[in-house]
C-alpha cells in the first residue's frame, strides 16, 4: 500500500494532461490522503486544477486532510466564493480552525462571508481558542443522547447521525434538565448490552474523563493513551461538553509535538511550516536569534581564555587540547539533557526528583569522564613514544593534566546538562528549550576553566 | 482528571495499611490505568501485594497496561504459578509477547509451562517477530466475518464476540473459500447501512489497507495517521490477517520512538527502559560507545592543532577565539541537522532531495556565518577601544579574520549539518542517528581548518 503514497504527486501530475472525464475517472478510486498528499507537491495552480475536477464529496475530504494544511489558504484564493464557501462548510470543525488561523487577516473577512451564519459562529468560538491546547485541536461534531434513553433508542439514533458526526465510537450522555455530562459511553459497550437497558447503567460506572479547554495538547494527548481512549471531552467548568478532542487529533500533535522538540533541541525556535514550504526570512529568523544568544554566551570563552593568556603562551601546547577537552563535556552533557527532557516529558520524573538525577549523574560522569580520561592520557603517551609528536619532555604532566581534566570536565557536562532541564521547567519554560548546544555553551566556559586549573595545579614549577 | 495520576502512588501505599475489605473496594472503584500508573512506582513486593487485593477482572487489565511493562516479571516471580498462569492468559497478546521479552530467559520455560496449550502456541508465533515491527506490535484478537454475511448477521456477531476482541470498530471481511482478506469495514459504516444489505458492499469498494509483518512501527504509525484508521491489519504474502495493530498500540509506539529519538540526537543508544528503572553499568554501556567514538574523532582537532603550533606560539591571540568559532559551527550544524532529520521523517524530504536542501541551506548559512561575523568583528574591536583587552596593533586585522572564519565555518556547519542525515540514510543507518555532538565533531574539525586558513591569508606579514 505505502507504494501509493509515493507516486501519488506523479500520478496527478500524469492525470491532469489526460482529457477531463478520465481524470474524474481515475481520481474517484484514489483514496482522500493519497490525493491530499499528492497535491502537497504540486504548484498551487495544478492542484486547484485537481480539485475542480473532484466529485463534491471526495473534494470535501480532501479538502479536510490535515496534510493539505499548508496549502488549502492559496487553493481557496483560486476558487469562487459559492465554491470555497461548500468546501469549508463541509470541513470539520477542527479544520476549519486550523485553516482561518491560516488565512491572512485581509482573506479572513471575505471568507467568513462565505460562509453559513451558524457555521460562522462555530468558528469563531473556536478561534478564540489557543492553537495548541484542547480547545485548538477539538471539534464539535460529536454525538450526544439524553440520560433517559435506552440502549436500543441509542443506537438507533447513532444509525441515523453516524454520517455527520466525528466519531461515534464515544457517546455523550447528558443530563436532559442542564445538558451537563454525567457519563460516556463507548459504542462497544452499547453494542454488546441488553437492548432494553438505560444506556447511562451500561459500562464502567464511574464519572468521566474530561479535559478543559485551556489543557495542553500534549496532556491531551497523554490522557487519551493512558486511559486507551477514542476521544476526550472538552468541558467547561460546569462540565457542558464544548467539543471533542479524537484519538487521530492526537496522533497530528504528537507527531507536531515531536518535530518541535527535535527543532528546539537542535538549538532553534520550531518551525510553524514544512522545511521546504518556509521562506528564506523566517528561517533565518527562526535560527538567527538562538544562534545569536549562543554566541553571545559563548563570547566568554574568550573572556576566559585572555585570563589564561600567560598559560597559552608559555605553553601553546596546552592549547591543542582545548577542543578536545571542551567537546567532551558539552557531548556528554547532551546525553543528560536529552534523557531527562524525555523522562520529564513522560512524567518519570518530576520537579522534586532533580536530586535524585543529580546523584545519579554525578557517579556517571564520573566514570564517563575516566573512560574518556585513560583514553586521552593514552593518546598523549603514545604519540609521545611512538614519535608521532613531540610534547615535550614535561609529556606525562601534560598527559595527566588532560586525562584529570577530562574526568572533571565530563562530570560536569553530566551534571549541568542533567539539571538545565529542571532549571528550564522551575522557571516556567518548556524543558525541551534545554538544547544541545545550550548545554555545550554553558560547559565549555566552565570546561576551560577547569581545564586551566587542573593545568595550573600539575604543571605550576614545569610548564607554567 | 489528571490528578488522579499524580497521587496513585501515595494512595495504594495508604491503602495498603487499611483492612483488606477496604482495600479491595477503594480499589475497585479505580480505574485500570490508574492503579497501573501507581503500581509502576511501588516497590515489587507492596505491588504485587496490591495486586493479590484485586478482583480477577481488574488485575486482568491493570496487568495489560504498557506502563506497568518494566514491573510485571518481577511481580510474577512473586506469585504462584496457576494466578500467574491465569494473569498471563488474560492479557492481550501483543502484552504476552512483550511481557515474555522482558523474562530472564530462565523463567521463560516455566512460565510458557503455565499457560494454556493454544495461548503458549500464538504466543511462540508471536514472539518470532522483532519488537519494533508491525508483528512485533499486533494482536492477534481480531473481528473477522465471511464475505457472504449480511450487515444484519456481521452486527449480531459483533454484539456477541464484542467483550474478547482488541477491537469491533473495524470488522475484517475474509473470503470463506481461502480465508483471504478481502475488505475491511468499519462498525460505524455497518451502523448506519441498511440491515439486509451485503457487508462486503458496505462502505468505500477499495482494496483494503495492509501492512506485512515486518513493517517498521513508524511505518505503520504513519500509515494508521495517514488514512485516520483505528487499526490496520497484518497479512502475509497472500493476504491472510497474521493480527491487528491499533491505534493506541501505535501511539504507545509513537511515543517510544520519540523518546528513542531524543536520546539519539542528543548523542547515545536509545535506553529500553525509563531513567530510573536502568542499572548504573547499562547507563554506562549505552553512553560510553558514542562518547568514545565522538572523543576519537574529535581527537583530530588536536592532530590538527598540532599543525599550527607554529601559529599558536606566533600569535596566541588566535587560540583566544577557537572555542567561539569552532562552537558556532556546531550549533548551526545541530539547527541543520535536526530541521532535515525531522523533514526526512515526516517524507517532507526524499532522499533525491539533497540537492534542494544543499541549496538552501548554503544561502542560509553564509546569511546566519555573516550575522555571527559582524558581531564578532564588533566584540573585538570595542572591547580594543573601550581598553578592556589589548589584542595588539594588528587588531582589526584579527577581527576581520575572526568574522570571516565565522561566515565560513557557519556557513560550512549549516551545509555539514543538513548533509548529514542524508548520508546516514544513504548508508542505511537511521537518520535520527545522525546527533548533534557528531555533528559538532564533524564541523570541529574543519572549523579549524577554516579559522586557520583564514588567519594565514590575512595575517601572514603582521602577526603569523
Chains 1, 2 share one sequence.
Not at 174 to 193: C, F, I, M, Q, W
Request: hydrophobic letters at 50%.
Amino acid at each position: 500500500m505505502p507504494q501509493i503514497a509515493h507516486t501519488a504527486t506523479s500520478e496527478l501530475l500524469y492525470l491532469l494532461h489526460q482529457d477531463p472525464a478520465e481524470l474524474r475517472e481515475a481520481l474517484a478510486e484514489m483514496r482522500p490522503a493519497d490525493i491530499a498528499e499528492g497535491l502537497r507537491d504540486l504548484p498551487t495552480d495544478a492542484a486547484a486544477k485537481v480539485m475542480a475536477a473532484l466529485p463534491f464529496d471526495l473534494a470535501a475530504e480532501v479538502f479536510d486532510e490535515p496534510e493539505l494544511a499548508h496549502h488549502r489558504c492559496g487553493m481557496l484564493l483560486r476558487m469562487d466564493d459559492p465554491t470555497a464557501g461548500q468546501l469549508i462548510d463541509a470541513m470539520s470543525s477542527d479544520q476549519q480552525a486550523d485553516l482561518f488561523r491560516e488565512i491572512p487577516e485581509g482573506e479572513r473577512k471575505r471568507l467568513l462571508k462565505v460562509l453559513p451564519e451558524s457555521a460562522r459562529e462555530s468558528l469563531k468560538q473556536l478561534l478564540k481558542y489557543a492553537p495548541e491546547t484542547a480547545g485548538g485541536i477539538m471539534t464539535t461534531e460529536f454525538a450526544s443522547i439524553p440520560a433517559n434513553w435506552t440502549v436500543e433508542q441509542a443506537l438507533r439514533f447513532i444509525s441515523e447521525v453516524g454520517r455527520a458526526k466525528e466519531t461515534i465510537y464515544a457517546i455523550y450522555i447528558l443530563d436532559p434538565s442542564n445538558e451537563k455530562l454525567v457519563r460516556v459511553v463507548s459504542l462497544r459497550e452499547l453494542v454488546v448490552a441488553r437492548r432494553d437497558a438505560n444506556a447511562v447503567e451500561v459500562g464502567r460506572q464511574q464519572p468521566p474523563i474530561t479535559v478543559s479547554s485551556d489543557t495542553d495538547r500534549e496532556e491531551v494527548a497523554r490522557i487519551i493513551s493512558k486511559y486507551n481512549l477514542l476521544a476526550v471531552p472538552v468541558v467547561d467548568d460546569e462540565m457542558h461538553v464544548l467539543g471533542i478532542v479524537t484519538v487521530d487529533d492526537v496522533i497530528d500533535a504528537l507527531v507536531s509535538e515531536h518535530t518541535e522538540d527535535a527543532q528546539k533541541f537542535g538549538g532553534m525556535e520550531a518551525l510553524d511550516a514544512p522545511y521546504m514550504d518556509i521562506s528564506f526570512l523566517s528561517m533565518i529568523r527562526k535560527r538567527a536569534g538562538w544562534l545569536c544568544a549562543l554566541f553571545l554566551s559563548e563570547m566568554l570563552t574568550a573572556t576566559a581564555m585572555q585570563r589564561f593568556q600567560g598559560e597559552i603562551e608559555k605553553a601553546a601546547v596546552l592549547a591543542m587540547f582545548i577542543p578536545l577537552v571542551m567537546s567532551s563535556g558539552g557531548n556528554s552533557g547532551s546525553q543528560a539533557t536529552s534523557l531527562v527532557i524525555r523522562a520529564l516529558a513522560l512524567r518519570e520524573l518530576k520537579l522534586r526528583d532533580w536530586w535524585r538525577i543529580a546523584l545519579r549523574e554525578l557517579p556517571t560522569g564520573l566514570t564517563l569522564g575516566a573512560i574518556l580520561g585513560v583514553i586521552g592520557f593514552t593518546r598523549i603517551v603514545l604519540w609521545q613514544h611512538l614519535h608521532i609528536f613531540n610534547y615535550g619532555i614535561h609529556y606525562l604532566l601534560l598527559a595527566i593534566t588532560v586525562g584529570l581534566a577530562l574526568v572533571g570536565i565530563v562530570a560536569f557536562g553530566s551534571l549541568a546538562g542533567s539539571m538545565l532541564p529542571f532549571v528550564m521547567k522551575r522557571v516556567g519554560f518548556d524543558p525541551a528549550s534545554a538544547s544541545a548546544p545550550f548545554v555545550a555553551t554553558l560547559v565549555d566556559v566552565t570546561g576551560l576553566v577547569i581545564y586551566f586549573s587542573v593545568a595550573f595545579l600539575i604543571l605550576r614549577g614545569t610548564l607554567l
